[in-house]
């Protein structure tokens, strides 16, 4: 495997190359949607036909206390906040998730969860916690009191991965973070026992780690994560040619900067020919702080991960606030990258703080054809009429075997209904406040088809949401999942609504599916 040193001045040659400059994304990007704006009313009756099917149900599990103290066989009752999703590439009705399961709240504690349905969503079957990072599968040997950031893949040859990353908030114990993982052979309905591929002390080194995925393409798969220290963050990664049975030694993926000093939201993504690339985005010395620019850059690796070239930049844009305006919850992953199946295009989303005094982000898109070395300009994906005073965030972009894209995002256009028992009385009425999932189509080119479709079946109140983080801000996950076969669209995202099973308004999964143009 080449060293780090290696693979950082391959890229800084080649931007010097392409003479890339950081150019702000909302510079040269026009708030007119490509095919118009929509009325609120026409957007609030799209949903008409789109299924809604509550994925999440209590789930038992091994939980450890704010104490570290294992209670046993516990019910896992409460919020199931942040997923991922993939679809089985030889099967379109197979689908298999993971989210965050809730054991304790007010402690934030939770450990991952996965689903997995055979019939295309109309049924879960399989929920559990994922084995061996909770304190009774685990055998007491060593209690994590969370497993977190849910990452899902198929290799194509019958095999799904997740990548874990388990950490304990205050542990006495060595390590304290771990990234590990898990594979299934039998389609999600049960994991072997994890892989470790790196561990952390972080009270005694100064390191975390955090925001980890996975990807995967027949025998190769390949894992990347972040490893924060202090001001810097790195990007490491490991990857392995024999179906997860080994894995290389972890190496640096990116340099602590670019320009900027941090480095994280990485993500792998095989194209059809077997080609990796990666996305990572890199921040400023504070993050989340208004007017700072975010930029992502793509890497491309030939030899399953062994080697990197830098393609470039592919977009500047502008950090949203840390907490959105109205409400508790706070700001998510910014952006999502993937490769389509159909053609290997690149696809990139990402939210956009509005600098015009307004305080809102809305969503874009855009698409390289040639590897990441040149990309479309973006264009706005949300196509509601008073786009500078609502909240789009946390984009999801994929695209299906035909080509045929989507982008899907929360969405905050339509006011709280009143007289609605899923919205907190004092929110009825209240604007730019509760929220829908939206999905916007696009052609293999990314020429939009229609216009934006409501996918959620019920607009549903933030502030139900009982979770918030040991900072004390509210939580609905940092990213959702959205998968595409030939014919069908699902997005599996958080709702608090109650569908039938959720009188009490806890974070529940939902999956919505949508018909494929």
């Known amino acids: 495997m080449q060293q780090a040193s290696i693979r950082i001045l391959v890229g800084v040659i080649v931007l010097v190359v392409m003479g890339v400059a950081a150019v702000p994304g909302s510079a040269a990007i026009s708030l007119v949607p490509p095919q118009g704006f929509q009325s609120n009313a026409v957007y609030a009756a799209s949903n008409a036909g789109v299924r809604n099917v509550q994925a999440s149900r209590p789930i038992r599990g091994g939980a450890t206390d704010n104490g570290q103290v294992c209670q046993g066989v516990v019910t896992y009752n409460l919020d199931h906040g942040e997923s991922d999703l993939a679809l089985d590439p030889q099967d379109p009705n197979h689908l298999v998730a993971a989210s965050k399961f809730f054991f304790d709240d007010n402690h934030y504690l939770f450990h991952l969860g ?9 049924t879960f079957a399989s929920e559990q916690i994922i084995p061996f990072y909770d304190c009774t599968t685990s055998g007491n040997r060593f209690e ?14 019958g095999g799904v991965y997740t990548l874990v990353l388990a950490f304990n908030w205050d542990s006495t114990n060595a390590p304290d973070a771990v990234v590990s993982v898990s594979k299934s052979v039998d389609g999600g309905r049960s994991w072997g026992k994890p892989i470790t591929l790196t561990t952390e002390q972080s009270a005694a080194l100064g390191d975390s780690l955090d925001k980890q995925w996975i990807t995967a393409h027949g025998d190769n798969v390949f894992a990347a994560w972040a490893v924060f220290n202090g001001a810097s963050v790195v990007v490491k990664s490991s990857s392995s040619h024999d ?8 190496t640096v993926l990116t340099s602590p900067s670019i320009d900027q000093p941090q480095n994280t939201y ?8 077997g080609d990796l690339f990666v996305a990572f985005t890199n921040f400023p010395n504070k993050q989340k702080q208004r007017f700072n620019f975010e930029k992502v850059f793509v890497l491309k690796s030939t030899d399953g991960g062994e080697t990197f070239t830098n393609q470039g930049l592919a977009v500047t844009f502008n950090s949203p606030p840390a907490v959105y305006q109205n409400t508790s919850f706070r700001d998510g992953i910014d952006d999502y990258f993937q490769v389509s199946p159909f053609d290997g295009s690149l696809l990139l989303a990402y939210q956009d703080f509005n600098l015009e005094g307004t305080g ?19 264009i706005l994906v949300n196509d509601d009429p008073k786009t500078a005073a609502t909240d789009e965030l946390q984009p999801a972009i994929a695209a299906s075997p035909t080509g045929r894209i989507a982008v899907s995002f929360y969405d905050r256009r339509l006011a709280c209904p009143t007289n609605d028992p899923n919205i907190i009385p004092a929110h009825s009425g209240a604007t730019n406040f509760c929220l829908n999932t939206s999905v916007q189509f696009y052609d293999a080119d990314l020429a939009p088809i229609a216009h934006n479709v409501r996918a959620s079946a019920r607009t549903w109140d933030p502030e139900q949401q009982r979770v918030f983080t040991r900072s004390g801000q509210g939580f609905i996950g940092d990213y959702f999942g959205l998968a ?3 014919t069908r669209t699902f997005v599996l995202n958080v709702s608090t609504a109650d569908l039938g099973s959720n009188p009490a308004h806890f974070q529940q999964q939902i999956l919505q599916t949508l018909i494929t143009p």
């Open 114 to 122: 996965s689903y997995a349905s055979f019939d295309a969503g109309a």
């Open 360 to 378: 809102t982000a809305d969503i874009f898109a855009l698409i390289s054809k040639n590897g990441g070395l040149t990309w479309s300009s973006p």
């Open 266 to 273: 990485v993500y792998p993504r095989f194209a059809p020919n």
């Open 243 to 250: 179906g997860g049975a080994t894995w290389s030694r972890p």
């Open 144 to 157: 994590w009191q969370n497993s977190t950031d849910p990452t899902v893949a198929f290799d194509g040859k």
């Open 484 to 486: 595409m076969s030939s």
